[in-house]
Structures are given as C-alpha cells and as structure tokens.
C-alpha cells in the first residue's frame, strides 16, 4: 500500500506502479464512492450513445424537421423515432 496526499483542490495522485498494473491512462474516468470508511476509485469506460451514422441521421432529422413543430422527449421515444426515419 502506498500513501498519497490530498492537494489543496482536493485532487488526488495514483501511485505510477498502480497506474501502470491497471493501465491507466491521461483522462480516464471514474465511479468514485464512498463504503464504511473507504474510498472506492473505479475506473469506467464510457461508450458513446450514438454512433457517427446515427449522428448524421439526427443531423438530417433536424434539417428536414426544422419549423415542424414535432416535439420528442429525449430517451427511448428519440431512439425509436431515428431507427423509423433511417430505415
């Protein structure tokens, strides 16, 4: 175990031996909680929620859909509207 001190923006430095045995790297990002008395620092991966052609495809919903007045809620009812549209 290695001691580390909090700096004054409450930050943080993880050792170079944990961040090479986990590979971490420059902005990664993680679930930070709190159980009993310890700090849990997991790292997480983020995937994108719409893929490049997904992105296109909203692009152009909203260029053809402009001044429509077609309100969607974000979410599940979006999705469904995109996958509609695209097909």
């Known amino acids: 175990m290695t001691i580390t001190k ?37 790292p997480v991966k983020v995937e994108p929620r719409y893929t490049p052609d997904d992105l296109k495809a909203i692009d152009n919903i909203v260029k053809d859909e402009k001044c429509k007045a077609k309100a969607l809620r974000p ?4 999705s469904r509207y995109i996958k509609k549209v695209t097909k």
């Open 6 to 42: 909090l700096k004054a923006k409450n930050q943080l430095t993880i050792p170079s031996a944990i961040v090479k045995r986990l590979h971490l790297k420059q902005d990664e990002l993680f679930a930070v909680g709190v159980e009993g008395n310890y700090i849990m620092i997991i």
């Open 75 to 78: 979410g599940r009812a979006f």
